[in-house]
């Protein structure tokens, strides 16, 4: 009998030593987890550049309508519209549709300032301007686009013209 007490009590003490787990390794070692997941599951970043709207498209889905049209610096093809409801941006060859977020910011023809897409959102951001007749060729404004990790996928200064 007295060769099994040995045993029992070594069987004891390496079941003890087993469960004592340090908290704050356990907690370390998940977030080390969790981050490698979502490194893992980020897909690559990708530039978007827009292509120019046509006049066919304007005349096709009526963007000659109340709303604001970005275009950038130096450049007189339309890149942007944007109404209350609805923007038009056209990526690879297809004019993507993006729904106005209603809790943005107003612009002036009662566009919006942010649009969200399918698979990214965008943003008009009016810059401040020095000039007294801002609205005679349009704001100062800066057009950002995200993709769907938010990331800034593409960004132009130009100005945005607003028609009620």
Same mark, same amino acid.
């Given at each position: 009998?007295?060769?099994?007490?040995? #045993?029992?009590?070594?069987?004891?003490? +390496?079941?003890?030593? *087993?469960?004592?787990?340090?908290?704050?390794?356990?907690?370390?070692?998940?977030?080390? /987890?969790?981050?490698? #997941?979502?490194?893992?599951? $980020?897909? %690559?970043?990708?530039?978007?550049? %827009? /292509?120019?709207?046509? %006049? #066919?498209?304007?005349?096709?889905?009526? +963007? /000659? &309508?109340? !709303? *604001?049209?970005?275009?950038? /610096?130096?450049?007189?093809?339309?890149?942007?519209? =944007?109404?209350?409801?609805?923007?038009?941006?056209?990526?690879?060859?297809?004019?993507? $549709?993006?729904?106005?977020?209603? =809790?943005?910011?107003?612009? %002036?023809? =009662?566009? &919006?300032?942010?649009?969200?897409?399918?698979?990214?959102?965008?943003?008009?951001?009016?810059?401040?301007?020095? $000039?007294?007749?801002?609205?005679?060729? =349009? &704001?100062?404004? &800066? +057009?950002?686009?995200?993709?769907?990790?938010?990331? #800034?996928?593409?960004?132009?200064? !130009? +100005?945005?013209? *607003?028609?009620?």
């Amino acid at each position: 009998m007295t060769s099994k007490v040995p #045993v029992v009590f070594l069987s004891l003490a +390496l079941l003890a030593g *087993c469960a004592k787990e340090d908290p704050t390794q356990k907690e370390a070692e998940d977030a080390e /987890d969790v981050a490698m #997941v979502e490194r893992m599951s $980020r897909e %690559p970043f990708r530039p978007i550049v %827009p /292509d120019p709207i046509t %006049p #066919v498209d304007v005349a096709r889905y009526g +963007l /000659d &309508r109340p !709303g *604001c049209s970005f275009r950038k /610096d130096g450049s007189k093809d339309l890149l942007f519209f =944007g109404d209350a409801s609805d923007g038009f941006l056209r990526v690879g060859g297809d004019l993507n $549709r993006f729904a106005a977020k209603t =809790g943005s910011a107003e612009l %002036p023809g =009662g566009a &919006r300032a942010t649009y969200i897409g399918l698979s990214s959102w965008l943003d008009v951001v009016l810059l401040p301007d020095k $000039r007294i007749d801002n609205d005679a060729h =349009g &704001r100062p404004a &800066r +057009l950002i686009l995200h993709d769907a990790q938010e990331r #800034v996928a593409f960004m132009a200064d !130009g +100005l945005v013209s *607003c028609k009620s």
